[in-house]
């Protein structure tokens, strides 16, 4: 580079050192080393210590960093309200559409995402699988959750007492097998819902496998679905193989979601 570049780079370059060592400083720490020494920082960043003492005590009034011992700090609890209010504020549909697109194109199957409103199963996005027989259920649509394999697994997110609370006052009587009549079978059918982590659920000519998705507080907050004509679907070769595909969808979203962050 010849000196009148570097004249140019020099006049181009906007940074602000300061805060790039800052924010250097706050990637420093992860789950291996969540606690570093002043002078650990200092030498990874080339300087000393008397030079970043001003941007260490700064990130602490702040609360990016924690003091816990004499010159010894992790991160502090700005950084996780910060990452989670970020994650709170993404809504569920534009993370979940492109990891439901990719799970139609992969298996050919229709693929649906709900939440729970209630009783409930609010039906939020589908991914269309252009084919014959393809299962469709419009955006919008309303089913009882105690009914469907997604709203099954919706279910699962409510502990026992919860889930009394919610049918206390619900029919269950109205609806067809292999719907549950009766609160304890409600209750117990969940239980096994939870424990297995999936539901497979055969209606009139279609079969549904459906998962959880979690959010950072391992909290069920909605449920998606893989479903098709019961021919294509209805053998354990192929339901095996959905199954799994289905999971690591799930686990992919929930990863967006900050699942099994620390």
């Excluded at 991160?75 to 990452?83: F, H, I």
């Excluded at 109205?174 to 409600?186: G, I, Q, R, S």
């Amino acid at each position: 580079m010849t000196a009148h570049e570097e004249a140019i780079e020099r006049e181009t370059d906007y940074r602000v050192p300061a805060l790039q060592r800052g924010l250097t400083i706050v990637q420093m720490f992860n789950a291996r080393e969540r606690t570093l020494a002043m002078n650990d920082i200092a030498e990874r960043l080339g300087v000393t210590v008397s030079s970043i003492y001003r941007i260490v005590h700064t990130l602490t009034e702040m609360g990016y960093l924690r003091k816990v011992a004499r010159n010894t700090y992790e991160l502090g609890p700005q950084v996780v309200a910060d990452g989670f209010s970020y994650l709170a504020s993404r809504d569920i549909v534009d993370i979940a559409m492109p990891h439901l697109n990719a799970l139609r194109d992969r298996t050919s199957l229709s693929c649906h995402l709900t939440i729970r409103e209630q009783t409930d199963s609010l039906y939020v996005y589908r991914a269309f699988a252009a084919q014959r027989l393809s299962v469709n259920i419009p955006i919008g649509t309303r089913l009882p959750c105690h009914c469907t394999a997604m709203g099954r697994m919706l279910l699962t997110g409510l502990g026992e007492d919860a889930l009394a609370g919610l049918y206390q006052h619900a029919r269950l009587d109205d609806y067809p097998p292999p719907a549950p009549k009766t609160l304890p079978e409600l209750q117990q059918l969940i239980a096994n819902d939870r424990e297995r982590g999936w539901v497979l659920h055969r209606s009139d000519y279609s079969t549904a496998i459906a998962c959880a998705i979690r959010n950072h507080l391992g909290q069920v907050v909605a449920a998606i679905n893989l479903s098709g004509p019961e021919a294509v679907m209805d053998n354990g070769f192929s339901q095996d193989r959905y199954r799994e595909e289905l999971e690591k969808t799930a686990d992919a979203i929930a990863l967006e979601l900050g699942a099994g962050a620390t």
